[in-house]
Structures are given as C-alpha cells and as structure tokens.
C-alpha cells in the first residue's frame, strides 16, 4: 500500500482515523495505531511483517538489557550484538546479490547469486532502532520497558516505509502523553495534502519527462537534451521524496506526534554543505551524529570520518557501485568545502556559487540515476561538447514547450512559498482570514485534482519506498 494511492487516502486513513477517534484511552490509541500499521506494512507481502515484528523483540530486549546490566563491558557487548544483527539485517536483505556479484566477478568464482526480495523501509526502521539502542548506551534516553510502545515507535506507519528518520527522543514523550489540538489537525491535514500534490501532480507528471528522455536512450540525446533530463529528474525526485516527508510529517501531526522536518528548500543552497544540511535531514543528522564521533585506534580524524560518512551515505542508497560514487563524489565537494573554509566561501560572488552548486548537484544526480558504467559513461559524455548527437534537437524544444506549465509550478514550488504565505498573513487580522480561506480552498483543489490523477497513478510508488 501506498501512501498516493485511492485505496489509502479514501479507506485506510479514513477507517484508521474514525477508529483512532471512537477509542478513548491513549492506550487503547496506541494500540489502534500498532494495528493499523501492522496491516500497512503487511499489505500485498504478509510475510515481511514477521522480520519487522522479529526486529522489535531483538531490540526490545537490547534496550532491555543495556538498562539492566551494570558493567560496561557487558553493556559494550548487548550493543554490538545489537548493531550486528540489525546492521546483518540491512546486509542481507539488500547488499546480500550484490556482495556475491562482486566476489563472483573478482575471483572468478561461481557462488549462486541469492534472489531476495528488499523488505520495504528495512534501511529506514533500521535506523531508528539503532539510533535508540545507542542512545540508550550513551544515556540520552531510557529504555522503553514496555514492548507495546516500542513496537509502536518502530512501526508507526506515517513514517514507517521512506521516513524521516525519527529518533526515540523525539517522541518518546508522546507515546506516553498526546493529544491532537486543532492546530494538529489543521496543519497536518493541509502538510498531508500539499504533500500528496508534490507526489501526484508534480513528481509523477514530471517522471513521464524524465522516462521519455535520461530514461529512453542516453545514447541519442543531445548537449541540450541530457541536461534538460538530468534537470527534471532532480526536479522529480525533490518533489517525490520531500512530497513523502510532508505526508508523514502531516500524518504525524493528525495523531499528535511531531516529527522534525526532512527538508528544507535545498535548492536554495549556496553551498554543498547547506545542500545536505537541507536535503533529507534525517539521514544527515544520522551519520553526522553516530558515525562521526567515531575513533580508530584512539583517535578522531575528521577526514577520515567524513569519507566513512558519505562512503555510507551512498552505499545506504542502494547495491550498486553508482552509488558508492555518488557518496563519495559528495564526500569530495565537502572535504574541498571544509578545507577552503565557510569564509572564504562566503567572498565569492552569490551568483557563482549558485551555479556550482547547481552543476553539482545536477552531475550527481547523473552519477546516481544511472547504475550501469556505460549508461553513466554516455552521461558524461552527452553533457559536455564532445556529444556526437549536437548541441540540441527539436526534441527537446517540443518537451518543454508541451510541459513548459509543469517545469515553471514546480521551479516555483521549490522555493518557501507557504513561510512567505505565513509572514504576509501576519499584516492583519483581515489578512490572516483571507489567507486561511485562500489556503483552504487551494488545498480542497489539490485534493480534488490528485485524487483524480491517483486514478490512473496507484502503481507510482515513492523513489525512497524500498531503500
């Protein structure tokens, strides 16, 4: 089940929703949510529910465990066991074929190259279970004694699937002590929907753009057509996993919980260092937090961890080499970053640094779209005057002719349009009124037009739905 789908937004959340608000106790909400996200998750594959509920128990007791022992060596050891069965985890499930490709292809051997499927959101609950099991080893939160509102944090389905990435700490309290004011409900209802449009209305009509050019054949684009693709691609996949993080977030919200944000307008950076601090947030702060600090034989090296953090950050993306050289190539930019220093950054012209870091950013999204060598090989070369094919085509005029609407809504929506909403709103009292009946009644038209498109789009799964 997905969250863009008829089926989801017009029976499941409605029946969870009318369930959640007939039963009164907070337990008995808790309990309502478990089911419910139970049945999420199982939809289509029941089978997979067992490693997710599996995962709770294991961890559950490592919590446990880490509370109850005294010595810190003991405690040393529940947490390493920990981290290796839940990072074993991640490794079979989604590194497994790929590791037995290489050692196959390096060796020469033959090994059968294991056909498992990836269980949904594995990288995603994964690594929140860690960050509560080390958080619990550094003190910074209490085990939680009740495996019910464990499970309920590990499972929660607003974010169960492509995050954020919600830490324990975060909603800990909540689990305990909630309830949904009419500012939640409000707010999160609008963030839900304005989050289902970025998915339905922009993110799947500019996919068709992307499948009709990079996606086609890289072999017959020009100059002007790679870029062109390579661009709406990076507008695509902002739009599909930022309109994900907004429906979580807003679904949160309509159940009490309020999870931090996962992104931030990143185009707008200036830098590649702002670019990460306002792209999937989450996942940053993640590596940032627990990889980081990380020593080797006693000492810290800051460069060492940042290759150990970008070389994770793209091997967590995916089994293939592309993305491994996706992190790295990021990893690159911010070490040159780093050693330049936020200073002197600061002293080149505004308008250079947004096209380098524009540049970047659209070459890397190349580097991570295509997993084939010679696929990403022809990239590189299409973009640059050494293109056999010339600089640019009909084809592509007519593509952005016939989609010229589509390309300039969604540059537009890149930037803080609902925060410049917000502080105009906050002139008068007229003004607020008029705002809020504007925002009402644009977002009953984005509800109304998505639900349409979601018609012929129930199989357009989020970009981020199996990592």
């Known amino acids: 089940m997905i969250f863009s789908s008829l089926i989801f937004m017009y029976l499941f959340l409605p029946l969870c929703l009318i369930v959640y608000g007939l039963v ?3 337990k008995g909400k808790n309990a309502v949510l478990i089911v419910f996200s139970l049945i999420f998750y199982a939809w289509g594959e029941p089978v997979r529910i067992l490693f997710l509920l599996l995962s709770a128990v294991i961890n559950y007791f490592v919590g446990i465990g880490i509370g109850t022992v005294k010595s810190e060596k003991l405690q040393k050891l529940i947490v390493g066991g920990g981290l290796v069965y839940n990072i074993g985890m991640i490794a079979v499930f989604k590194y497994s074929g790929f590791l037995v490709e290489n050692v196959n292809a390096i060796f ?16 995603f609950y994964t690594f929140q279970i860690i960050s ?36 324990y700490s ?16 409000s707010e999160g209802l609008t963030r839900l929907v304005l989050g289902l449009a970025k998915k339905v209305v922009l993110a799947d009509q500019l996919f068709r753009i992307v499948e009709n050019t990079i996606g086609k054949s890289i072999e017959s684009l020009t100059v002007a057509g790679t870029w062109y693709g ?23 919200r309509i159940f009490g919980f309020h999870f931090n944000e996962n992104f931030n307008h990143p185009y707008l950076c200036k830098d590649i260092q702002e670019f990460w601090q306002r792209w999937h947030i989450s ?28 070389f994770c950050t793209g091997v967590w993306h995916g089994a293939s080499w592309n993305y491994v050289i996706w992190g790295l190539y990021y990893g690159a930019f911010i070490v040159l970053e780093t050693v330049i220093g936020k200073k002197r950054i600061n002293k080149i012209p505004l308008a250079v640094r947004h096209i380098y870091t524009k540049l970047v950013i659209f070459i890397g999204y190349g580097i991570f779209y295509f997993e084939d060598f010679g696929q990403l090989g022809l990239f590189f070369r299409n973009i640059t005057p050494l293109n056999p094919n010339g600089w640019s085509s009909s084809f592509e005029a007519m ?28 002139r008068s009292l007229e003004t607020k009124t008029a705002m809020s009946i504007a925002g009402t009644a644009a977002c009953a038209v984005l509800l109304v037009t998505s639900s349409i498109l979601m018609v012929d ?11």
């Open 24 to 26: 009164k106790p907070l």
């Open 108 to 123: 020469g051997a033959k090994f059968p190259v294991p056909e498992i499927v990836i269980m949904a959101g594995i990288s």
């Open 132 to 167: 509560y099991i080390v958080d619990c080893y550094w003190g910074k939160v209490e085990p939680q004694r009740s495996f019910w509102k464990l499970l309920l944090y590990i499972c929660l389905f607003p974010q169960l699937i492509a995050g954020p990435i919600v830490r």
């Open 170 to 185: 975060t909603i800990a309290e909540e689990i305990d002590n909630r309830k949904t004011t009419k500012k939640d409900l």
């Open 230 to 252: 390579i661009i709406i691609y990076s507008l695509y996949i902002y739009f599909d996993f930022s309109g994900y993080s907004d429906m979580a977030i807003g679904m949160g």
């Open 283 to 310: 996942l940053g702060s993640f590596f940032r937090d627990y990889l980081m600090p990380i020593t080797f034989f006693g000492h810290r090296n800051k460069y060492f961890s940042l290759f150990l953090v970008w």
């Open 399 to 426: 593509s952005l002719s016939a989609n010229l609407w589509l390309i300039i809504v969604a540059i537009i929506c890149t930037f803080p349009l609902i925060d410049l909403g917000k502080k105009y709103a906050e």
């Open 457 to 467: 789009a129930t199989t357009n799964a989020f970009l981020y739905w199996n990592y």
